[in-house]
């Protein structure tokens, strides 16, 4: 499974980029307005320092609404690097966009998806990627997981090759389930991620090891 970090935030990124396990990076204009206002740094910039930190794909949402726009806005924001992926919200304005936007050989991002038939019409249109937003499912009471296994299990149905990004993940079970089920990416905020790393039981057994190990050093040191 791919894992990607769900941040525009330079300094989170790097951070993981040395832990060895990032594969990729999601934006969104929440997360780029964050880091906008933490830097005053242009947007461009942030992006491309992003995309040479992490040379694989980063997410830049469109902002635009109608198809000509999003196409228009997304061939430049491609220019920034080769490693940029648009990301497209999930309306007809926007799958004639991704149309376009994969026609030129860009890849592309269908976000704030929520229903089967919403993943389906992204495959169709040959999105690279599809993000099914499952925190935002199971604010709703609903089990946002559900729609993934239902997601993987049409897209094997007939070989679409869209890959799922499970989005808005909020905490470490969503990433066992998410593994469980056989998702290709999950988008994990850096303090998920951080608590994928740690277990009590390590820290237990760490603090023992060297507390035993201080323990023979003293006895050489005596005898
Ligand atoms: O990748 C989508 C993500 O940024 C949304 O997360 O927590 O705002 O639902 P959240």
Known sequence: M???ID????????NIT??????????????????????????QDILKEICDVVKGPVSA?????????IYEE????SEISKYITIKVPMTIEGLKAIKLLVGDGIMTNTTLVFSLNQALLSAKVGSTFVSPFIGRIDDTGHNGM????????????YGYETEVIVASIRHPMHIVEAAQIGADIVTVPFKVLEK????????????????????????LKES
């Open 196 to 219: 994928m790393v740690k277990h009590p039981l390590t820290d237990i057994g760490i603090k023992r090891f060297e507390d035993d190990w201080k323990e023979a050093e003293r006895i």
């Open 74 to 77: 997304g061939k430049k924001l």
């Open 61 to 69: 949402e469109s902002t635009a609404t109608d198809s000509r726009g």
């Open 18 to 43: 040395e832990w060895g396990i990032l594969d990729g990076v999601t934006t969104n204009p929440t997360l780029l307005a964050r880091e906008i206002k933490r830097t005053g740094r242009k947007p």
């Open 146 to 157: 559900d729609l993934i296994d239902e997601i993987i299990t049409t897209y094997d149905n």
């Open 7 to 14: 941040t525009a935030n330079v300094d989170e990124i790097k």
């Open 2 to 4: 791919k894992i990607f």
